[in-house]
């Protein structure tokens, strides 16, 4: 199946601080989501984004798909930014409700 | 509107019992997909269900089943637990249409002893 991996695993930042997160697929895909996980387990949709770029506040994405690659931007994060941010793509022949998940990248910002 | 919701959120079994998750899509919503995750993983797909018919299953043995009712709701049975299906059992809905996204419910905690 396809293999989704991100990078860092692990991200430890003082607030205002800039980030990339970086999601590599293995195949192609028709679409890439990106989730927030809060501490309470609770999955949040962030960005729908099969090519191109979208920003929404202080974050942006940006999925260059004949490269294989997804980047999420945040930028001056915050507290409220910590918790675990995963990637996802469909898997073959699947819907959007059939998606295969990176390990994520644990995000820690500091006060 | 409501969003997805699951019930329990808590709860814990014994090796061998059998355990019912229960979730409600948004409304509107004929999908919905389960997902398993253990800590420190990403989300693994189990099933999803589209009009009361399955249309994806996951890699989990036959001790995992689910089903979706009428109003779309849906149930995932586990039986014979193990202790390594502790874990976050996570739901997601959506209106399959290109271009939508699946939103998920707060999930229900397993913890099996």
């Known amino acids: 199946g396809i293999q989704v991996e991100q990078s860092p695993p692990d991200l430890i930042l003082q607030e205002g601080a800039n980030s990339t997160l970086r999601c590599n697929f293995s195949?192609?895909?028709?679409?890439l989501q990106w989730f927030h996980q809060n501490p309470w387990g609770q999955l949040i949709n962030l960005f729908y984004?099969?090519?191109g770029t979208k920003q929404n506040g202080r974050l942006s994405a940006t999925t260059v798909a004949t490269e294989r690659y997804s980047l999420l931007y945040i930028s001056s994060s915050q507290t409220t930014d910590s918790g675990v941010y995963f990637c996802?793509?469909?898997?073959?022949?699947?819907?959007?409700?059939?998606?295969?998940f990176g390990k994520g990248t644990k995000l820690s910002v500091k006060p | 509107d409501a969003g997805v919701t699951q019930s329990p959120t808590h709860l814990i079994k014994t090796r061998g019992q059998h355990v019912t998750l229960r979730c409600s899509p948004i409304?509107?919503?004929?999908?919905v997909s389960w997902y398993q995750q253990v800590l420190g993983q990403g989300p693994q797909f189990i099933f999803q269900y589209y009009e009361k018919e399955e249309r994806g299953r996951g890699n989990f043995p036959d001790r995992f089943s689910a089903r979706q009712f009428p109003n779309y709701s849906s149930e995932l049975n586990v039986n014979a637990l193990l202790l390594g299906d502790s874990a976050l059992y996570l739901c997601a809905s959506g209106a399959v249409r290109s271009g939508n996204t699946i939103y998920f419910g707060e999930g229900s905690w397993l913890t099996v002893v």
């Open positions: 984004i099969p090519s």
């Open positions: 996802a793509v469909p898997n073959y022949g699947g819907s959007q409700g059939n998606l295969i």
């Open positions: 195949d192609s895909v028709n679409n």
């Open positions: 409304s509107g919503h004929k999908s």
